[in-house]
Structures are given as C-alpha cells and as structure tokens.
C-alpha cells in the first residue's frame, strides 16, 4: 500500500556524515586497530596536524587539525596512521553510489559528508524518514562504514541533527509549525552551524547561553549589540530558518598536494624528490575518481612567505605521474626566481580535469602509455592494501622525511 500523501515531507534533507571516516577506513582495511586510539595524519615531530583521530584518541583530547605533537603529548598510545587519499576517495565514491540509488539531489561536502535532497524521491521511495533510514542502512552493509545521519526540512537543521548523537546516530527534526525551533531551543550556541567562536562569545557576553536564548532576544537589542545583519541572520538561523537549496556538486576543480617543510628547501634535488612525490600522489587520486587532467600548477612559498604559482597545459590529457612530474620540475627550474631564497613549501594541482572518456581519445592509442597506466595501476592496488609508503621510487625512498602535507581535500575544524 502506497505511504499517505501526509507522511511526505514538503522538503526533506538530509545530512550524512561518516563516522571518524578516515579512521574507521583503517580500522576496516585493518582490523587489528579496532579499539585502539588510531590517529590519522602528519606523524609528529614535524609541521603536521592530526587528519582525523578516532573516538578512543579523542577520549584523550586529540581533535583534528590539532598539530601532532600536541596530539601525541596528550595520547602517546596512540597508532599513527599516514592518509591514504586513494582508498578514502574510493570508499567516498561507493558511498556516493549508495545515495545515488535514491536521489540525484546531492551535495558532496566533502569526502564523507553530504546534503542529499530527499523531496522528489518519497515518490518513489516512501516516506523520507524511511529513505534516510535505508541510506544508512545500505552505506553500512555496501561499505562496513558508520553513518550518521540527520533528517530536517533544510539544511542547517539537517547538519545540526547529524552532529547532535554522533556516532552512529539517526535524528531527525520534526516536521511542522514551531517544530525547529522547539528543536534547537536548548541547544547551546555552538550547535550554531556556520557561527564561529568569536560570534559565539559574543553572544554568550551578552548573557545568551542556548540558541532558544537568540530566538526569543529583543530584536531591537540585538541589532544595537551586533548590528542589523548580524542580528537578523543569528535570530534566523536560531528559528531554524534556512532557504539554501542543495547545490548539486560539480566536478573538483583541481586535485593537488602541498607540503610546508619543517626546514626551508634549498636543495634543488631534494625539491624535485618532493615533486615527484606530490606527483605520484596526484596522479593516484586521479585514477581512484577516473578523472585525466590536461594542466598543472606548481605552487612555490619562499622564506618570506612570498608565494605563487606557475602553471602549464599538457597536449593530451594524462593520468600519470610521469608528465605531471616533468612539468612541474620543468616549471620549477624555468619559472621561478627564488631570489637567494628558501622553499617554504612546494605543491601541485592538477588542473583541468576530465572524466575518463570524456577528453577526445588520441587516434593513435600511446602504448607505451597503455603500459605505464597499467603499471601504475597495480601500484594502486597495492598501496590500497599496504599504504601509500608500500611502493616508492627508488629516488622516493632515499633520505624523504615523514610527509607532513595534507591533501587539499577540505580540511574541517572538526571532523567528526
Ligand atoms: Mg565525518
């Protein structure tokens, strides 16, 4: 029997966020860290910062973003995990898949968060509570991840409710008149999606503790205290009034890698190694989501924090390490004035990206690039098994410190 017409949510979203994603990857891919404080990131010692740590190492205080010394002076117990992108792309590509089944309204926030709008599909598949329900569901059984998930009638309270019970948490806000805010009311300020710290200190100097508090203050007093924009904005949001549609995503413009160095470079062998580094790790990102790229830039920051970039196109598009590293060693040797000057930090994107089949095939299939892909392919493999260090170059292994770059995939306040 077909669900009533009442059941149906006028507009329904939903906030999916992946539990502790990048350490729940290596807690999946390697069962023996379950139950241990696993911390994914830049290894301490260095300029690095914790990626994502796990609920047991946030027991301890560890956060994301938390520089990794820090994190190790507060949890030494911790197992450090260096990121692999490619896996972590390649779990958020099934993931997306999974969402896929039930709407094309979805908004990537990044590689384990989205807005999915769920309005149409309660047509076809029922009500969006048991849309969401299922979606979580069937990212557990397809990939062995937690989701939680947060159900609303726009986005911000969407986000709210994701967060509210994590993990493994299912909440959703009820649907009707006064509903929102009866449901943010006891929530402290900074449940506040998208209010910073320093907005929140200054509602909670003006004696405001609970989002209820915002709702119900004197417009009038606001608007003295923060001025007429802020305070309408703040009042809004604390209504639980939001009218941000779900942007539907658009390819990634770029797929890069950067690395700002404990010491500044000045060796130009060393900056090369650095180079093919990145180039490597780009190239593999771009194979795990099936993209080519037909441009790179280099990025160079010098000593006194000078920074630019230089850029190139390729003739044909390309998915490999070899050209992006070329380039980028050519664009460095040619391009750039170090002016007596250390290397800060060294970084490239690839640009102009395709998807595979998209970019106009060559005529004349290169074999000898058929070969290297498919070289490059078993790499993957075996990286996607053994970690990003099981298989380097021989100029790689030599004398390259930890890596402490993070990939330009958003690096969140919080990852929760
Ligand atoms: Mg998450």
Redesign the pocket.
Same mark, same amino acid.
């Given at each position: 029997m077909p669900d009533a017409p009442a059941d149906l949510w006028p507009r329904a979203i939903a906030h999916v %966020?992946? %539990?502790?994603?990048y350490a729940a990857v290596e807690v999946l891919d390697f069962p023996e860290l379950k139950g241990k404080p696993v911390i994914v990131g830049g290894m301490p010692g260095k300029r690095g910062v914790v990626s994502t740590a796990s609920y047991e190492a946030r027991k301890f205080g560890v956060h994301s973003a938390m520089p990794s010394s820090q994190a190790a002076r507060l949890c030494p117990q911790a197992v450090w995990r260096k990121p692999r992108m490619a896996r972590y792309a390649e779990l958020s590509r099934q993931i997306r898949a999974v969402f896929a089944r039930f709407t094309d309204q979805i908004e990537p926030l990044?590689l %384990?968060?989205a807005f999915l709008d769920l309005t149409g599909s309660q047509r076809l598949f029922g009500p969006a509570e048991k849309i969401a329900r299922r979606i979580k569901d069937e990212v557990l059984q397809g990939t062995g991840l937690v989701a939680?998930v947060g159900l609303a009638e726009n986005k911000f309270l969407a986000k709210i409710a994701s967060d509210l019970r994590k993990p493994d948490a299912f909440v959703r806000v009820p649907n009707g008149p006064g509903e929102a805010e009866r449901f943010l009311a006891p929530l402290p300020l900074r449940r506040l999606w998208g209010v910073g710290p320093k907005t929140c200190e200054r509602l909670e100097n003006l004696g405001l503790r609970t989002i209820g508090d915002v709702a119900r203050a004197d417009r009038a007093y606001l608007v003295r205290r923060l001025g007429e924009h802020a305070a309408e904005h703040l009042q809004a949001l604390s209504r639980g009034q939001d009218v941000r549609e779900v942007a539907v995503a658009e390819r990634p413009k770029s797929v890069g890698r950067e690395n700002t160095f404990a010491e500044d470079l000045r060796d130009r062998g060393v900056m090369r190694r650095e180079l093919l580094f990145f180039a490597e790790d780009v190239s593999q990102r771009l194979r795990a989501q099936g993209l080519t790229c037909q441009g790179v830039t280099l990025k160079v920051r010098l000593g006194d924090f000078t920074t630019f970039t230089r850029a190139a196109t390729f003739e044909d598009p390309t998915d490999l390490s070899e050209p992006l590293f070329a380039m980028a060693s050519r664009l460095l040797d040619e391009k750039v004035d170090f002016g007596g000057q250390g290397v800060r930090l060294l970084g490239i994107a690839a640009t102009k990206l395709a998807g595979k089949g998209e970019s106009p095939q060559s005529l004349f299939p290169d074999e000898h690039a058929t070969r290297r892909r498919r070289a490059a392919q078993a790499v993957d493999k075996l990286r996607e098994r053994f970690g990003d260090d099981a298989v380097t170059r021989g100029r790689l292994l030599e004398g390259r410190e930890e890596t402490t770059g993070t990939p330009d995939d958003k690096v969140k306040d919080r %990852?929760?």
């Open positions: %966020d992946l %539990d502790q994603f990044s %384990d968060e939680s %990852d929760t």
